[in-house]
């Protein structure tokens, strides 16, 4: 199981804040937004994450690396310009070779995803939303 973060967003919404940081590494509780989601995958057993990245794509690959401080494996892709929900994942598809989370990267949330991935699994989902 894999997971794609759509993590390509301006955040205008979070202006100023957003100005020279893109929104997925604001800091919430002295903590870049985007470690949450990490943690509720790691969590879950989601070992290897793409970023599906276009605003300041740099500052957050070197926030990340290639995910081994955080026990995963993260790869990047990058939009030239934003292509939106369905664009993202359409540009990550050949990084998508098996079943996939797909997150917001700008929800916060509390969800055991471990017990999302199981009701899936159960019904034998083609899709789970």
């Not at 993202?88 to 050949?94: F, I, M």
């Not at 969800?111 to 699994?121: A, F, Q």
């Amino acid at each position: 199981m894999k997971a794609l973060i759509l993590a390509g967003g301006k955040g205008v919404e979070l202006l100023p804040l957003t100005f020279h940081l893109p929104k997925p590494v604001v800091m919430v509780g002295n903590i870049p937004f985007l470690f949450y989601q990490l943690d509720i995958l790691k969590k879950a057993g989601i070992k290897e994450v793409i970023l599906s990245l276009s605003y300041q794509p740099r500052k957050i690959t070197e926030q990340l690396g290639d995910g081994s401080n955080f026990g995963m494996v993260i790869r990047y892709t990058t939009e030239p310009v934003p292509l939106g929900t369905v664009g993202a994942v359409k540009n990550a598809a050949h990084l998508l070779d098996q079943s996939t989370v797909v997150l917001n990267g700008d929800i916060l949330t509390a969800i055991d995803l471990r017990k999302v991935i199981e009701r899936h699994h159960q019904k034998k989902a083609l899709l789970t939303m």
